[in-house]
């Protein structure tokens, strides 16, 4: 099976496709790229302007709207890389808040809990451990696209 495939059978439910990889967008400017051969400067047909000439990239490719750079490419690498480091501590800080609250729960009521009680609690710890699976399905699967 192809990653893009797999990623995309995969999204957890809760927390839709924005926060995953953007493989389809990585995966066209890699299909570009690899499709392109390295340019160079072409000295037969040099011109002298006296107009501001056209932005390029480090390699002296003139660079517009459709061109795609290596550049770029990292670029985007680096954008979803930030995005799934920033919704993965995002959602591990919501989760050790939620166990805090749970351990805090239990040292004040230990003395006085009924069987209803624990029940509660267990449940609410077993909800955070699901949600901790969640989210480590979700980091390897982000992991494996880079």
């Known amino acids: 099976m ?4 797999h990623l995309k059978e995969n999204i957890a439910a809760e927390y839709g496709p924005q926060p995953y990889l953007n493989y389809q967008h990585l995966d066209g400017i890699i299909r570009i790229l690899s499709g392109k051969s390295l340019s160079s400067a072409d000295m037969d047909s040099r011109q002298i302007s006296l107009t501001t000439p056209a932005p390029t990239n480090t390699k002296g490719v003139v660079l517009d709207s459709t061109t795609i750079t290596e550049e770029a490419f990292i670029s985007s690498i680096d954008s979803e890389l930030t ?8 959602k591990v800080t919501e989760l050790r808040n939620i166990l805090h609250d749970i351990e ?5 009521e230990t003395s006085h809990m009924d069987e209803e009680s624990t029940d509660g609690l267990q449940r609410l710890a077993d909800d955070v451990a699901i949600k ?9 699967i982000n992991f494996m696209g880079f």
Not at 83 to 90: D, G, I, Q, S, W
Not at 104 to 108: A, D, G, L, P, T
């Open 104 to 108: 805090k729960k239990i040292k004040e």
């Open 83 to 90: 995005k799934v480091e920033h919704f993965t501590l995002r």
């Open 132 to 140: 901790f699976l969640t989210l480590e399905k979700y980091v390897n």
């Open 2 to 5: 192809k990653y893009g495939q």
